[in-house]
């Protein structure tokens, strides 16, 4: 199985800021990567997919990126709706795996 | 506008079954991968589960040969049979469309199961 790790898993930041996080993929998954935002009780959004492709609906300050087996997701300029939990995903494999995920806490 | 209503969850006992539901509306399931998710409490996404358009199945290691995922054209309608509960499968399940190039972009608001022993 391909495991994704990720980092931070707790990401103290404030209004204004911008902040990324990373996911490495423990073998080459080209770019089948997506970006999910979830806030407590509710589903997972998806915001980036294939890396770096913006979501419909997705603000613009939001951005993905990849090296070899790095991904990235940065949001440009923290908002106070951004708070919440991110969770990188592979779907290169029939057998898709998550990260395990990035809390984004108000400092 | 696409949507998915999981239904189905509840309270079973170690070593029960129960048949999850995830009801599509807005697309077909006949011609979409769907795939079911679940959240332990306080955790985070683990993936179980995928059905694609030709009607080939994959499972997580954790529930392979305890889960069936399946799906009913006539009510486009995708199922989550499961056997032989353990406590590590309570949690709330999502079920979500997973096309093949562009992540799951949409999901239901996931349906919770407990395991009482």
């Known amino acids: 199985d391909i495991q994704m790790t990720q980092s931070p898993s707790t990401l103290s930041a404030s209004v204004g800021d911008e902040v990324t996080i990373t996911c490495r993929a423990s073998q080459s998954i080209g770019s089948w990567l997506a970006w999910y935002q979830q806030k407590p009780g509710k589903a997972p959004k998806l915001l980036i997919y294939k890396a770096s492709s913006l979501a419909s609906g997705v603000p613009s300050r939001f951005s993905g990126s990849r090296s070899g087996t790095d991904f990235s997701l940065t949001i440009s300029s923290l908002q106070t709706d951004d708070f919440a939990t991110y969770y990188c995903q592979q779907y290169s494999s029939f057998w898709r795996t998550f990260g395990q995920g990035t809390k984004v806490e108000i400092k | 506008e696409m949507q998915l209503m999981e239904s189905g969850g509840g309270v079973v006992q170690w070593g029960g079954s129960l048949r999850l539901s995830c009801e599509a509306s807005?697309?077909?399931?006949?011609?979409?991968?769907l795939s079911w998710i679940r959240q332990a409490p306080g955790v985070g996404l683990e993936w179980v589960s995928v059905?694609?358009?030709?009607?080939?199945?994959y499972y997580a290691d954790s529930v392979k040969g305890r889960f069936t995922i399946s799906r009913d054209i006539s009510k486009n309608t995708v199922y989550l049979q499961m056997n032989s509960l353990r406590d590590e499968d309570a949690g709330v399940y999502f079920c979500?469309?997973?096309?093949?190039?562009?992540?799951?972009?949409?999901w239901g608001q996931g349906t919770t199961v407990t395991v009482s022993s």
């Open positions: 979500a469309r997973d096309p093949a190039l562009f992540g799951m972009d949409a």
């Open positions: 059905i694609y358009s030709s009607g080939d199945t």
């Open positions: 807005g697309f077909a399931v006949s011609t979409n991968y």
